[in-house]
């Protein structure tokens, strides 16, 4: 099998990365579950020498992301937030980082609650906001760290204008691209330098595996991530490369899917008397509509809607029946979520107040049911 340099995006999903194994022709890729590789002679291997530093399951994964971002080269590790902490390594003592502020809980914990005490600082700024990114930038600051859409209030930065304004300081420009995925958004077409994915989510998007990838395009970026992964070890294991290269196959498919369905929810719940406000960029009521158009490819699976108190909204999220309440997103099944008491539970209130996080809101991860069966279940749940 070639993959044609024209191949399109859902071929490349299905095909980047993956040769028929060369020991049997088999079609998928085995899950090497081996800790070393018995060399012919001193020095002479097959490229393989201790599963740490090399792994053909998670070779052949990060081949197949590095395609489907349009990448060069993808480093996989254990979760999402060790691809961040990786990416972080890239940083020196005294080096500066302008951050969304509506980043991931997670993110927020381990720059404010571990690496500022390796002298890094940062500063969270709506970076929906060009404005307020320029201004703060400052002779140290080495790397933007970029979300949009922004979980779960669904705030878009102009992928175009931060990485022309990165570029100009010659700062570095990163982005978490989980809540997109490829399939509706590619950073690096853009300008971006790095690009991390939470593959728990979309990537493997199944809900059986955690794990994160970096996508570089820099060779100096790729020596450096090559040296973290193997010198830090936070590696994925075989077992969730194989989990998430099988999930990248119906990418595609899987995404055509989750727009359907996002939009469908929206639609249902701008109607409904009880729902102060949807937020979804597929929404021409999303103020940030254009610019959605303009850089994703389709407005997915993730919304947030307003109830008007917290306790409307833990009503809602006790009395869905096919939707399951639970953290996460990305998977083929609807989940359900009171982001201020779950996934921002580490968040300051103060700074969910900044952001506009209020208690009265819950998220969605509209799977792939049939739209009809979810809003029939949020029309109960809601009436
Ligand atoms: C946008 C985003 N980035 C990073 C992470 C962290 O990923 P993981 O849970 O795989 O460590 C998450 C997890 O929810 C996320 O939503």
Known sequence: MKLPDTARFSTICIHAGQEPDPSTGAIITPIYQTSTYVQEEVGRHKGFEYARTQNPTRLALERNIAAIEGGKAAYAFASGMAAIDAITTLLEAGDHVVVTDNTYGGTFRLFEKILR????????????????????????????????????VMRLTDLAAVSALARRHRIKLVVDNTFASPCLQRPIEFGADLVIHSTTK???????????????????????????????GAILSPMD?????????????????????????????????????????????????????????GFGGMLTFDVGSV?????????????????????????????????????PP????????????????????????LIEDLKQALD
Request: glycine content about 6%; proline content about 5%.
């Open 350 to 373: 103060e700074r969910l107040a900044k952001i506009g996080l209020t208690d009265s809101l819950v998220r969605i991860s509209a799977g792939i049911e049939d739209p009809g069966d």
């Open 202 to 232: 979309y990537l493997n998007g199944h809900s059986d595996s955690v794990g994160g990838i970096v996508v570089a395009v820099s060779d100096d970026d790729i020596d450096a991530l090559q040296f973290i992964q193997n010198s830090a």
């Open 241 to 297: 490369s194989w989990l998430i290269l099988r999930g990248t196959k119906t990418l595609a498919v899987r995404m055509a899917q989750h727009n359907v369905n996002g939009m469908a929810l929206a639609e249902y719940l701008r109607t409904h008397p009880r729902v102060k406000q949807v937020l979804y960029p597929g929404l021409p009521s999303h103020p940030q509509h254009e610019l959605a158009k303009r850089q994703m490819r």
């Open 117 to 152: 005490r390796y002298q890094l600082s940062f500063t969270y700024v709506d970076t929906s906001c060009l404005d307020l990114v320029e201004s703060a930038i400052r002779p140290e600051t080495k790397m933007l760290f970029i979300e949009t859409p922004t979980n779960p």
């Open 311 to 347: 306790e409307a909204a833990f009503d809602v999220c006790k009395r869905v029946r096919l939707m399951s309440l639970a953290e996460s997103l990305g998977g083929v099944e609807t989940l359900i979520s009171h982001p201020a008491s779950m996934t921002h539970a580490s968040v």
